[in-house]
């Protein structure tokens, strides 16, 4: 499998990197079929694990760190922190105190000392982002931590972030994690091009847009359905929009002699922003199908193809990408 370099740190990736997401209780609930997952996809090439502590409550942490005893050395392991683990407000966000906390619990679930990639999972908008960064960056001088990222951020807050940690003399945020896919190209507008112009890598998360794009006879159904009901219900006009999307894109696919599934990543990949696409199979037979796809490369006509059935930095649907604005999610941000 092929490798980029993630951002300025030197470090090499492959372009396909593992999710965990689906691992554990939110997904396969068989841990030796997912440790087995985790080690074929390392027999094939992939060098990058990214999971979460919020991924099953920790469950998927402990897989991932069942599945890389006595392999540690050749991963390149990503997590993530931030959203809520319990009712007490303050296991969660951005601050120092949960920081600290989080950090070790991830550190123990995983069977490590330290992480190669640790992300910010959203960001957090009552904490000072002075703050988060200096946390971050102490973690980075002790050794727990060789790089730091973010995830989900409008490019207002990368810029931002970056700002900060240049006046501050922090650690910077190296890597961005954002949605994208062929029905979700808004990131393509702003985000991309910031994070290239900060010399960011990016790991970008979704490629088959929770399923729309997995070549299934009806992409309404499925394991991630319950996940996110308004990004598939038929009722809501984008979701119509998205569907007469996917009967275009799967006649092309045909047309191109590829899967759905291999046409989507390997538009993803396609993209000179994107450092590595990170694929979250739930089944061995997920898995395989995505490995096959890792080579493919799409020519100009496909591309140009694909922008006439979605045209570039458009969101057929807002709610795919799984965040709002917390100035418009809360109500009391908008009144007085």
């Known amino acids: 499998m092929k490798r980029r370099i993630l951002g300025g740190t030197g470090i090499s990736v492959s372009e396909f990197a593992l999710g965990t997401m689906m691992l554990g209780a939110m997904g396969n609930t068989d841990r030796d079929e997912s440790v087995?997952?985790?080690?074929?996809?390392?027999?094939?090439?992939?060098?990058?694990v990214d999971t979460a502590d919020v991924y099953s409550g920790g469950e998927s942490e402990e897989?991932?760190?069942?599945?890389?005893?006595?392999?540690?050395d050749d991963v390149v392991l990503a997590t993530k922190f931030s959203y809520p683990l319990g009712p007490d407000p303050d296991r969660r966000g951005g601050s120092r105190r949960w920081i600290m906390r989080a950090v070790e619990d991830s550190l123990r679930r995983l069977g490590t000392d330290h992480l190669d990639l640790y992300q910010l999972h959203?960001?957090?908008?009552?904490?000072?982002?002075?703050e988060t960064l200096?946390?971050?960056?102490?973690?980075?001088?002790?050794?727990?931590v060789l790089?730091?990222?973010?995830?989900?951020?409008?490019?207002?807050?990368?810029?931002?972030?970056?700002?900060?940690?240049?006046?501050?003399?922090?650690?910077?945020?190296?890597?961005?994690?954002?949605?994208?896919?062929?029905?979700?190209?808004?990131?393509?507008?702003?985000?991309?091009?910031t994070a290239q112009r900060y010399g960011m890598g990016v790991l970008t998360f979704g490629p088959l847009s929770s399923g729309w794009l997995s070549g299934r006879a009806d992409p309404t159904a499925g394991q991630r359905v319950a996940l996110g009901p308004r990004t598939f219900d038929l009722t809501v006009p984008a979701n119509r929009t998205k569907l007469d999307a996917v009967e275009q894109l799967s006649k092309l696919a045909s047309?191109?002699?590829?899967?759905?599934t291999h046409l989507a990543t390997a538009f993803v990949r396609a993209h000179p922003a994107v450092t590595s696409?990170?694929?979250?199979?739930?089944t061995p037979g997920h898995l395989h199908d995505l490995l096959a796809g890792a080579d493919?490369?799409?020519?100009?006509?496909?591309?140009?193809r694909i922008d006439e059935i979605v045209p570039p930095g458009v969101n057929l649907n807002q709610d795919d990408i799984y965040y709002s604005p917390p100035a418009l999610a809360d109500k009391r941000l908008r009144r007085r």
């Open 36 to 48: 087995r997952m985790i080690h074929e996809a390392l027999d094939a090439g992939i060098n990058l």
């Open 63 to 72: 897989i991932v760190g069942r599945a890389l005893a006595g392999r540690r």
């Open 122 to 130: 959203r960001a957090d908008p009552v904490t000072d982002i002075d």
């Open 134 to 144: 200096s946390a971050l960056s102490d973690l980075v001088r002790a050794g727990k």
């Open 147 to 193: 790089a730091i990222g973010s995830s989900v951020f409008p490019p207002e807050l990368i810029v931002e972030a970056q700002w900060t940690a240049d006046r501050r003399g922090h650690q910077r945020f190296r890597t961005e994690q954002p949605p994208y896919s062929i029905l979700l190209r808004g990131i393509e507008a702003a985000v991309l091009p």
């Open 255 to 260: 047309e191109a002699g590829l899967p759905l």
């Open 277 to 282: 696409v990170i694929i979250g199979p739930r």
């Open 296 to 304: 493919v490369e799409l020519s100009a006509d496909v591309l140009d």
